[in-house]
């Protein structure tokens, strides 16, 4: 894409200007006074907080000056603890163990791409399988709890429970079934999407990095802020002038360190809202800059090598310049939302019926804001709007393009990519506790005990680390969906295709048939306005768009095999009009 640093590929756009400027604004002003406060409470700390200190001060030093005979009791954390030296060694072989398996969930995160690409099919088919088979098994053994002691209503709900889930999850996969092909071509088709943009897993991770670096001195003033404060006497003492415990009679610290009220409200109410605000607006950066890099592939001219050189780039300085307040603007909607869940779920947990029936509106409310933002931001991300625009035209999009796909099928795809990954950290734990058990027994008879607990532990810890990765990866390839599926809804709208192999894959989704444009208003000689009829479109423009959907509906029933064969003879009907096109769809 050499030369195309300015003006427009498509809908995306080079040259933008700033947007929603404001919540920049609100951002930096947060940050500001966040930094502010923090660096005065870092001057203003009390000298003696630490426990030890604060263990070893007389009672002179507290605001009541009480006089001990005791001497302070101070505890510590290592006393009476002897290591012996084949308890070093267990300690050495977990450590080891560790690294191994974080190491080789690294490993994994490759496996678990290849396998989408490779085995997408059995992928879809093993989800299925997996979200039916698991809660009927657990229905099924449900009454055994029963035999354990476990309350019979409580068993009972259980099963119902489970059961119901795993039957109404069955019925939905059978309806989903002939959507398997076309869930498998979008997954193919958003690995290659991915391979085509080499660099964006790399500023995927390089921006989750900068995110904690960033809130990092936020954490390290949060802790600092809660050592402003004052020593009081220790309550324990009951006012008694002895340092004993006013209950137990055991001898206990003198005093006590109390932080002051401004800094624990500062420690608790604009400090955390920072941090999520900041850890949300990178979420929705490294969104923006996926898809800015994903509109520039999918809108570049056909055959130009250099379609993927710069796209990130060039995304990253609209994300963190001319639109930096639409991240914060995202940001900011999302924490909206995401409390607003919460307050829903604290509802149905504990306001009963009412907050039972209260929390079903605020649970769609949330998720509705969420699916809107998350939209709105690679709309944007694609035309340069700001959010407010940018979320109207995405929900236009979807009203015309999405909503019938996104309710059969479209789901499938994320859906599989998300529980593969939670399957391979899954096995993964599951081997690692297998291969530790192996290695338990071996170790055993050189003298070296290595515990359960510490087993349980590592294993817990493959698991998580693998899931990370895979998830990680999980959510780049589904935000590189979503901004396929928003440039295809793109191109269906100006009735064009810029990628051929893309639109053969979401061909399959049952999708609306776009409406004919209205009339043209017209203004009556009397003052009234009148509607005309929409211009019937020219025999060789419709078809030449007949052509172009058997075409892809054809293509389409081929199978994965034939995406290339369908990018080869798309390109001609769709850059070709009138006879050419004709000529094209009669053979």
């Not at 624990?264 to 800059?289: D, E, M, N, Q, S």
């Not at 963190?320 to 409390?339: D, E, H, S, W």
Request: glycine fraction near 8%; charge should be positive; aromatic fraction near 8%.
């Amino acid at each position: 894409m050499a030369g195309l640093t300015s003006g427009c590929l498509g809908p995306y756009k080079f040259d933008r200007s700033a947007r929603d400027r404001k919540w920049a604004l609100a951002f930096a002003a947060l940050w500001a006074l966040c930094l502010g406060a923090g660096i005065y409470t870092i001057t203003g700390k009390h000298s003696q907080y630490s426990d030890a200190q604060v263990a070893e001060l007389p009672a002179s030093a507290c605001p009541r000056e009480w006089l001990s005979s005791e001497p302070p009791h101070r505890r510590s954390l290592l006393s009476g603890a002897q290591h012996s030296q084949d308890h070093a060694a267990a300690t050495v072989v977990a450590v080891v163990w560790t690294l191994i398996s974080i190491g080789g969930s690294l490993l994994l995160g490759a496996a678990f791409l290849s396998v989408i690409r490779r085995h997408a099919e059995r992928a879809v088919h093993a989800t299925m399988v997996l979200q039916v088979a698991l809660p009927l098994a657990g229905g099924l053994l449900c009454p055994l709890a029963l035999l354990a002691g476990a309350n019979f209503f409580v068993v009972v709900r259980a099963t119902i429970a489970l059961l119901g889930f795993g039957c109404a999850c069955l019925l939905i996969y059978l309806r989903a079934l002939a959507q398997v092909p076309a869930t498998v071509r979008l997954l193919r088709m958003a690995i290659n999407c991915l391979e085509a943009n080499p660099a964006l897993v790399r500023v995927a991770v390089a921006l989750i990095g900068a995110a904690f670096a960033a809130v990092a001195p936020l954490v390290w003033l949060a802790v600092h802020a809660m050592r402003s404060g004052s020593l009081v006497a220790n309550h324990a003492r009951g006012g008694s002038p002895l340092c004993r415990s006013s209950r137990t009679g055991l001898p206990v610290p003198c005093c006590e360190f109390v932080p002051g009220g401004w800094a624990i409200a500062y420690a608790l109410i604009p400090l955390p809202f920072l941090i999520l605000w900041t850890l949300a607006a990178a979420g929705h950066a490294r969104k923006f800059v996926i898809s800015g890099a994903v509109a520039q592939w999918y809108f570049a001219p056909a055959g130009d090598e250099s379609a993927s050189k710069g796209t990130t780039l060039r995304s990253l300085r609209h994300a963190f310049g001319p639109q930096r307040g639409t991240l914060c603007f995202a940001g900011a909607a999302m924490i909206v939302a995401q409390y607003v869940a919460g307050l829903a779920e604290s509802l149905q947990r504990r306001g009963g019926p009412l907050g039972c029936l209260l929390s079903v509106p605020l649970r769609w409310a949330a998720f509705v804001v969420q699916e809107l933002t998350r939209f709105a931001v690679i709309v944007s991300a694609i035309t340069g709007e700001s959010l407010r625009d940018a979320g109207r035209r995405g929900l236009d999009l979807l009203k015309r393009n999405a909503l019938e796909a996104f309710a059969t099928s479209y789901w499938l795809a994320p859906w599989t990519i998300s529980l593969t990954a939670l399957l391979f950290s899954v096995v993964w734990g599951v081997l690692v506790v297998a291969s530790l058990c192996l290695a338990k027994a071996l170790l055993a008879s050189s003298g070296i005990h290595l515990k359960w607990d510490a087993v349980w532990a590592i294993g817990g810890v493959a698991a998580g680390s693998c899931l990370v990765v895979c998830g990680f990866l999980a959510g780049v390839l589904q935000e590189v969906l979503d901004a396929c599926f928003v440039c295809w809804a793109l191109d269906r709208d100006s009735s064009a295709v810029s990628k051929p192999e893309v639109h053969s894959a979401f061909a399959a989704l049952p999708v609306q048939p776009l409406q004919p444009a209205a009339g043209v208003a017209v203004q009556q000689p009397g003052g009234g306005l009148a509607y005309g009829a929409a211009p019937a479109p020219a025999p060789a423009q419709a078809a030449a768009a007949a052509a172009r959907a058997a075409a892809a509906a054809a293509l389409t029933a081929g199978g994965p095999a034939r995406d290339e064969e369908a990018a080869q003879q798309l390109r001609p009907l769709l850059s070709g009009t009138g006879e050419a096109a004709l000529e094209l769809s009669a053979a």
